[in-house]
């Protein structure tokens, strides 16, 4: 509760005066964020845990965090455990402020919600943190298979993060959203873990603005044959 509470917070700093934060996340948001997300990850594998904490949340906090630890523990059981030694490549993302300006210019375009694109955004790529492909191919920020790519990808870059964006929403569009947005995103991933993840992490956003920003600084994780391995962030 007080780390979301002093995340929450500083968020209000940085995006303050209606500051699109454009530039890099100050430290206490990266600090705040990682720890929230190391709670919440903890709290996913350990669920007797989770349950006693929740009893003792206020209501809306502990909805808050259910969301959260029962969308990590879905993803992290479709994880594929690689070998540690295993090449994975990440980058800096693009600012938030830049990719929030990309949602909204893609919800306009193709009436897909915001917070849908940036909850699947989130979690294919940690907002395009990592650069690796799938083990199935899959490739650039929204994670496309190259022939899903050739049909929604409208010409643009793959691996550009606006042109990536833009294609997502317009496949969503095609397989049902706004109208249906679980519809659409299983045919985005055919997982019923995947399609609750994403949309639980969009409710968050909407239920509270700050949320995309937390998100925005959790960092990437893989599991590996040995152990979880953080692979960005202080």
């Known amino acids: ?31 705040l964020a990682l720890y929230q997300q190391r709670v919440y990850r903890f709290a996913a594998r350990h669920p007797d845990v989770a349950s006693r904490a929740y009893a003792r949340m206020p ?13 990590i523990h879905g993803l992290i059981a ?6 540690g030694s295993a090449p994975f490549h990440v980058q800096n993302p693009r600012p938030a402020g830049v990719l929030l ?26 907002f395009g943190r990592v650069k690796s492909a799938s083990y199935a ?11 899903t790519w050739k049909a929604y990808g409208m010409g643009g870059d793959i691996d550009d993060p606006r042109d990536a964006i833009m294609a997502a929403a317009n496949y969503l569009h095609a397989s049902g959203a706004p109208r249906d ?7 985005y991933n055919h997982s019923q873990a995947y399609v609750n993840a994403v949309l639980a992490h969009a409710r968050q956003m909407k239920r509270d603005k ?9 960092q990437v994780y893989v599991i590996t044959t040995t152990g979880d391995r953080r692979l960005t962030g202080p």
């Open 59 to 71: 209501a809306a906090l502990a909805r808050e965090a259910r969301d959260n630890v029962e969308a």
């Open 210 to 218: 700050r949320n995309y920003y937390a998100y925005y600084n959790w």
């Open 137 to 147: 191919g899959a490739q650039g920020p929204m994670q496309f298979m190259p022939a």
């Open 181 to 187: 947005d679980a519809r659409a995103l299983n045919a």
């Open 101 to 126: 300006g990309y949602f909204k210019a893609a919800e306009r375009r193709f009436g897909v919600k915001w917070e849908v694109l940036a909850a699947v955004m989130f979690a294919e790529t940690k």
């Open 78 to 83: 479709l994880a594929r455990p690689i070998k």
């Open 1 to 31: 509760m007080k780390t979301t509470r002093e995340l929450h917070d500083a968020v209000d700093a940085w995006v303050k005066d209606g500051d699109p934060a454009r530039g890099r996340p100050p430290e206490p948001v990266v600090l």
